[in-house]
């Protein structure tokens, strides 16, 4: 039944893993560096989410930042974009940080545990993001930060500003966050 439920969730608005070539590449390091995307916001030691991680871009980024006593939960529906991102972690020597999870982000099963969570051109893939925002709520900690980060080029600004108020009616508030190339953002925390 939950496998049903999560085949039933990649649908056709799901990027397909083969796709994520296409922005996942070296020059993506020049457009969205992570250190720099994410400056003030993960700190050494913390324990982050990367919701949606696809083949791992921010969450290897995010490895690093986290250093060694850190820890990324790397969460995707896609076996291909995992498996992709934990060679590319092995390579780098990052992948003992590195917790890999398959499935939709209410699958994960902790609570108030993570500092920041990061959704980054993937929230427009969820079909119900109500109970997006509300599985995300529980998950990080009171005092924790999510960055929402949209594709400008396919989201566009209404769309954007629906996916902010459900985040809000779900108990989210609004804190001044980064301005993110080729994008539309939001910071939110508690
Ligand atoms: C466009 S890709 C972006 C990947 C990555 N965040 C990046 O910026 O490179 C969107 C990813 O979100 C994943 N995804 C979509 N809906 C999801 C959900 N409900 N739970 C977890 N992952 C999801 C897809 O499988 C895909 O890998």
């Excluded at 921010?58 to 969460?75: K, N």
């Excluded at 119900?128 to 400008?152: M, T, Y």
């Amino acid at each position: 039944m939950k496998r049903l439920r999560e085949l039933l969730l990649m649908g056709e608005h799901v990027c397909p893993w083969w796709l994520a070539y296409s922005f996942d590449n070296p020059v993506r390091r020049l457009i969205h560096p992570p250190e720099k995307v994410l400056a003030g916001l993960v700190h050494p030691g913390q324990t982050v989410l990367d919701i949606g991680c696809g083949m791992g871009h921010f969450s290897l980024g995010m490895a690093h930042m986290v250093g060694r006593q850190g820890r990324v939960i790397a969460l995707d529906l896609q076996e291909q974009m995992l498996t992709r991102v934990m060679t590319r972690a092995s390579k780098s020597l990052i992948g003992d940080r590195i917790h890999l999870h398959r499935g939709p982000v209410e699958s994960l099963e902790i609570r108030h545990e993570v500092d920041f969570a990061l959704a980054f051109w993937m929230a427009h893939e969820v079909p119900d993001q109500a109970a997006f925002f509300h599985a995300i709520k529980n998950i990080i900690k009171k005092d924790g930060r999510l960055l929402v980060a949209e594709p400008a080029i396919h989201v566009s600004g209404s769309a954007f500003q629906n996916t902010v108020r459900t985040a809000l009616a779900s108990g989210f508030q609004l804190h001044a966050g980064p301005g993110i190339r080729m994008s539309r953002s939001v910071l939110l925390g508690f």
